[in-house]
């Protein structure tokens, strides 16, 4: 009876300390060593050996970082002339190449030439534009374009002789059926019959433009005084013009016929073009060099023409 009290005694303090099949084995809602002290946080997992957990989606989207730079993918050709062209549309366009700079004359005696401007400008202001504008309010418009074609009419040996120097023959026998025409049905020139009735054009030609032609350089600018701009070419171009005009050969006893006809053709065209002068002096920084440029530009066209 002792040894089946100590075979029994022994077998629950076996079961009680001793793990085994047993402790695996525990009812519901009995307690344990290992529930009753370690019992897991709601936030813990405990891994099971032999079992994988899943991982969390955050960290399982997260790509794995590493501080090596990782190696990027080959570019195939198509890709690489796609990104070519990408970029192409991204950067802007250059800007078109300057254009060449407008050409200029030169100008070494440009403080001689500024005085002369400024006295031509003063006697302008003060003489010119004042008569100018009192021949205007006499003679009507149409009065002052029949006295510019009859000074045009009688120069008309200028422009055909530089038609026949620069080979421009249609131009020299326009010039020839003007003066005929214009003479005789146009009341000796104060009626452009010719360029009305039979719509031939005048010619402009001189000997400046025909040096011009032939490959002179204009050298440099001059302002002369009364004259206004020119240089160097034009001006021996305006002594062979004078040369060429008929009324350089008149007896001496015109010779104040000469100069009150030079100044009422100087007037009479100021009076069809008064305010050009002021409008190109308003708009320009510098006065003497807009003058001195747009005559230049002026010559160099009718060269080129």
């Known amino acids: 009876m002792k040894i089946v009290c100590w075979v029994c005694f022994l077998s629950v303090l076996c079961a009680i300390s001793l793990p085994g099949p047993c402790a695996a084995e525990n009812p519901i809602g009995a307690p344990s060593f290992e529930s009753s002290l370690f019992t897991p946080s709601p936030d813990v ?21 590493s501080s090596h730079p990782t190696e990027e993918a080959p570019i195939s050709p198509e890709q690489g002339d796609r990104a070519v062209e990408n970029s192409d549309q991204d950067i802007p366009p250059e800007p078109p190449e300057s254009e060449e700079a407008a050409e200029t004359i030169a100008d070494p005696i440009e403080p001689v030439n500024r005085a002369f401007f400024y006295f031509n400008d003063k006697l302008y202001f003060w003489v010119l534009k004042p008569v100018a504008t009192g021949y205007k309010v006499i003679v009507p418009e149409d009065g002052r374009v029949g006295v ?6 009688f120069t008309t040996p200028i422009r055909l002789v530089n038609c026949l120097l620069q080979a421009r023959f249609k131009g020299a026998g326009n010039e020839t059926l003007r003066f005929v025409i214009n003479t005789t049905f146009g009341l000796g020139g104060v009626l452009d019959t010719a360029k009305k009735e039979f719509k031939i054009e005048k010619q402009e030609a001189d000997f400046g433009q025909t040096l011009g032609v032939w490959g002179m350089g204009p050298a ?41 006809a030079w100044v009422l053709d100087k007037v009479n065209e ?28 002026y010559r160099q066209n009718k060269i080129k023409k």
């Open 45 to 65: 997992t405990i891994p099971v050996p032999g079992r994988i957990e899943p991982l969390e989606p955050s960290i399982a989207a997260e790509p794995p970082t």
């Open 148 to 153: 510019r074609n009859f000074f045009s009419n």
């Open 220 to 260: 440099f600018y001059i302002n002369w005084p009364i004259l206004g701009p020119s240089t160097l070419r034009e001006t021996v171009g305006y002594v062979g013009d004078t040369l060429l005009d008929v009324r350089t050969y008149l007896p001496s006893e015109f010779l104040i016929v000469n100069a009150s």
């Open 270 to 297: 100021t009076s069809l073009t008064l305010g050009e002068y002021e409008t190109l002096k308003k708009a320009a920084l510098d006065p003497y060099i807009a003058v001195r440029e747009a005559y230049y530009q």
